[in-house]
């Protein structure tokens, strides 16, 4: 093996750590990228590790169905995942067919759960390479029992359009503070300013060498995921509490329009971002950790926004791994928490005051029917209809009930998925 195969052997180690771990856990990916081993790798190799497997992640569902139909017998799983990762170099990320197919034979030869299957690593491989690229049928791209749910949910053809832009790598959104020279900082991004505000530029990468970053001029936010703060179109002068805030998107939309911002999140370690993201964009929020369906606060507020915890499966363009690491059990538990803070969330509204809910998840159990449930139950709320294309919504979001179901299809480029609805105090 040549020098050059020998220096990508632990990057290519690390992206099987990251893969096992975005696959057995709903964060996984996240937090074995937070571990010691993995950031003392070389920048280099970081960064190989993570686009690697986000790349396998992205096309999971075409390469294991590639792959099952090569396998007679499931090997371990450190032996599929290796072969995942094989077949994603040498299809997705141009690495040369034989480095994909060395480096992996080499790491199964490096273990002694995978080492009894050096031979077959090599043989599925080629024999992977020789078929090509697999086909990417929109109805292999997610999980069978997340797509059924899609179908359901919206029909055949919107749910084959939604996972038709799992494969499809995300441009980088970014809103700007409200005096910022949006036309100039498009031309220094090579970007454009979409409806609402939001500048979409085709740059990827480390943000912070960007025109405008180190002057607090914008901030990393998806065109879908700005709308709902939008919504509430505080003013100054006005109240403002974000519940389930960090890592502060929505906070320093509200702050950034001169509200009197509260930002609430039980994670008190995620709230040092929020911290962070207000100084360097130049605004305050006073920044509580607390739990939002417990905290004591005694406070009413003009407008409050909850962007509940969900399944986040609308966000699956920059996390693939939301898709595979979901369980179909956890729609239902995490519906009865947005429940829960639902009702705390409108328990701290003026009379007359404003509430978006909004949720980064394609299922109708945390949107539309989170909805219902809690107009049935709670008589002193009203839902306050979203007019069309206000916040910069696609038109076709816009719901019958005056909510939005913002499909990831639905704008040029894509968008994640996201539900909002707006709501006053009676
Ligand atoms: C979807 S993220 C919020 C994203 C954020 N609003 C933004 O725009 O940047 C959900 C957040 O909810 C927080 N969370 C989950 N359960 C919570 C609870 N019961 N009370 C407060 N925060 C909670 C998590 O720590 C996480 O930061």
Redesign the pocket.
């Known amino acids: 093996m040549t020098q050059e195969l020998n220096d990508g052997l632990p990057a290519r180690e690390a992206a099987l750590a990251l893969i096992d771990a975005a696959l057995s856990r709903r964060g996984g990916l996240d937090e074995a990228a937070s571990t010691n081993a993995f950031r003392y790798l070389e920048p280099r190799e970081r960064a190989f590790a993570r686009a690697l497997a986000m790349a396998a992640l992205r096309h999971l569902g075409p390469i294991d169905r590639a792959l099952s139909a090569k396998l007679s017998k499931e090997p371990p799983p450190r032996v599929r995942n290796l072969l995942r990762l094989g077949a994603t170099q040498a299809f997705f990320l141009e690495v040369p067919a034989f480095a994909a197919v060395a480096t992996s034979v080499e790491l199964a030869a490096a273990n002694k759960t995978s080492r009894p299957f050096k031979g077959l690593v090599n043989a599925v491989l080629r024999g992977l390479l020789r078929d090509g690229p697999p086909v990417a049928d929109p109805e292999t791209l997610a999980p069978p029992w997340l797509y059924a749910r899609w179908v359901g949910a919206f029909g055949a053809e919107t749910a084959q359009a939604i996972a038709g832009q799992i494969v499809r790598e995300p441009s980088t959104d970014l809103s700007l503070k409200p005096d910022a020279d949006s036309a100039a900082l498009a031309q220094a991004l090579e970007g454009e300013i979409l409806a609402g505000g939001t500048l979409r530029t085709a740059r990827r990468g480390d943000v912070s060498a960007w025109p405008g970053f180190d002057d607090g001029t914008w901030w990393v936010?998806d065109a879908a995921?700005a709308i709902p703060?939008r919504l509430l179109d505080v003013r100054a002068g006005e109240t403002a509490l974000?519940?389930?805030?960090?890592?502060?998107?929505?906070?320093l939309q509200l702050a950034a329009a001169g509200a009197a911002t509260v930002a609430?999140?039980?994670?008190a370690a995620?709230?040092k971002r929020?911290d962070e993201n207000l100084a360097r964009l130049g605004l305050t929020a006073e920044v509580v950790a607390?739990?939002?369906?417990?905290?004591e606060d005694t406070r009413q507020f003009d407008a409050v926004?909850l962007?509940?915890?969900?399944s986040?499966t609308g966000t699956f363009r920059r996390h693939p791994d939301v898709l595979w690491a979901a369980r179909p059990g956890d729609v239902a538990s995490l519906a009865a928490?947005q429940a829960?803070?639902l009702d705390s969330a409108a328990d701290r509204l003026k009379p007359g005051g404003r509430l978006v809910y909004c949720?980064?998840s394609l299922e109708p159990e945390e949107g539309e029917a989170q909805v219902e449930a809690f107009l049935a139950r709670r008589p002193d709320m009203a839902l306050s209809p979203i007019e069309a294309e206000e916040g910069g919504a696609p038109a076709a979001s816009l719901t019958s009930r005056g909510t939005l179901r913002l499909l990831p299809h639905q704008r040029e480029g894509g968008q994640d998925g996201f539900f909002a609805a707006r709501f006053v105090r009676r």
């Open positions: 936010q995921a703060a974000d519940l389930c805030a960090a890592p502060g998107g929505k906070t609430v999140d039980r994670s995620r709230l929020v607390a739990d939002a369906g417990a905290w926004l962007d509940a915890p969900c986040a928490v829960r803070l949720v980064c």
